[in-house]
């Protein structure tokens, strides 16, 4: 079995994929830092991938790699917090780009090249919105840090709910999980040391992946590995398509066929 872990060069992310590692699963680990990404591999034994996620450009550098050694797991984990107002390279507003948009592209370009994943595991939060304003949503006209996150998370759901029902004819594993509130440096510098440590996020992560494999689950949603319902509105399949198709609009790729 072979990993993708996005955002693995610190917190819940190196956690998992030394975590990882240690239980038999080779893990290919991505980071934006290239010293970083060294260090990793390093202290790991794997394999990395350097991009920035605020760069659809970069993210075309992880398919080409990935294209080369095909994965089994796809974790899309990477997030931040931003406390001010800033746009992605593609003129997007960050948190959103970073969190939800790379994901997606990210996803949907591995499938266009036909790289079937058999589990896609997207890291959300319970904190995730209870609304979403399409109109004001990659640029939005006024901007508060904990919306652009909260909104971000959901995206991520309604993001899987609809990716699962896609694939699931094919038989690829789709869900979001919420690996705990956990110590990683976002949580820290912007809330204080209110969560449990990395290495409970990492185990839970882990957990969840086991789940999914036992019981074949997809287009789920799980708060430290255990099933669990969302927000209502993740469940809404006109805000799920409306979402994929503003998605496809912002990435400017094509829908994806599969078979």
Same mark, same amino acid.
């Given at each position: 079995?072979?990993?993708?872990i #996005?955002g693995? #060069?610190d917190g @819940?992310?190196k956690k998992?994929?030394? &975590?990882?590692? #240690?239980?038999?699963?080779?893990?290919?680990?991505?980071?934006r830092n290239?010293?970083?990404?060294?260090?990793?591999?390093?202290t790991?034994?794997?394999d990395g991938?350097?991009?920035?996620? !605020?760069?659809?450009?970069?993210i075309d550098?992880?398919?080409?790699?990935?294209?080369?050694?095909? *994965?089994d797991?796809?974790i899309?984990?990477a997030g931040? /917090?931003?406390?001010?107002?800033q746009?992605?390279?593609?003129g997007f507003e960050?948190t959103? !780009?970073v969190? /939800?948009?790379?994901?997606?592209y990210?996803t949907?370009k591995?499938?266009e090249k036909k790289?079937?994943?058999k589990? %896609?595991?997207? $890291?959300s939060s319970m904190?995730h919105?209870? /609304? @979403?304003?399409?109109?004001?949503?990659e640029?939005?006209s006024s901007?508060d840090p904990n919306? !652009?996150y909260?909104?971000s998370k959901?995206?991520? %759901?309604?993001?899987s709910y /609809?990716?699962? =029902?896609?694939?699931k004819n094919?038989? $690829?594993?789709v869900?979001?999980?919420?690996?705990g509130?956990i110590?990683?440096?976002m949580?820290?510098?912007?809330? +204080?040391p209110? +969560?449990?440590?990395?290495e409970?996020?990492?185990?839970? %992560?882990?957990?969840t992946?086991q789940t999914?494999?036992?019981n074949?689950y997809t287009?789920m949603y799980?708060v430290? !590995?255990?099933?669990t319902?969302s927000?209502?509105?993740?469940?809404?399949?006109?805000i =799920?398509?409306?979402?994929?198709?503003l998605?496809?609009? &912002?990435?400017? *790729?094509n829908?994806i066929?599969?078979d």
């Amino acid at each position: 079995m072979k990993a993708l872990i #996005t955002g693995s #060069t610190d917190g @819940i992310g190196k956690k998992t994929a030394q &975590l990882f590692a #240690t239980n038999g699963i080779e893990v290919i680990i991505h980071g934006r830092n290239p010293k970083k990404v060294e260090e990793t591999k390093k202290t790991i034994g794997c394999d990395g991938i350097v991009a920035d996620l !605020a760069c659809l450009k970069e993210i075309d550098n992880i398919v080409y790699i990935i294209e080369k050694q095909p *994965i089994d797991i796809l974790i899309n984990n990477a997030g931040i /917090y931003s406390k001010n107002y800033q746009l992605s390279c593609d003129g997007f507003e960050l948190t959103f !780009a970073v969190n /939800y948009l790379s994901h997606f592209y990210l996803t949907l370009k591995l499938l266009e090249k036909k790289i079937y994943p058999k589990i %896609i595991l997207n $890291i959300s939060s319970m904190i995730h919105a209870d /609304y @979403i304003e399409f109109d004001d949503l990659e640029k939005p006209s006024s901007y508060d840090p904990n919306e !652009a996150y909260s909104v971000s998370k959901l995206c991520n %759901i309604l993001f899987s709910y /609809y990716l699962a =029902q896609r694939l699931k004819n094919i038989g $690829i594993l789709v869900n979001a999980a919420h690996p705990g509130v956990i110590n990683t440096k976002m949580l820290i510098n912007n809330w +204080g040391p209110i +969560g449990e440590s990395v290495e409970k996020g990492a185990q839970n %992560i882990l957990k969840t992946l086991q789940t999914i494999q036992k019981n074949s689950y997809t287009g789920m949603y799980f708060v430290n !590995a255990i099933p669990t319902k969302s927000k209502a509105i993740s469940y809404n399949l006109h805000i =799920q398509e409306k979402l994929w198709e503003l998605s496809l609009k &912002l990435c400017n *790729i094509n829908d994806i066929k599969v078979d």
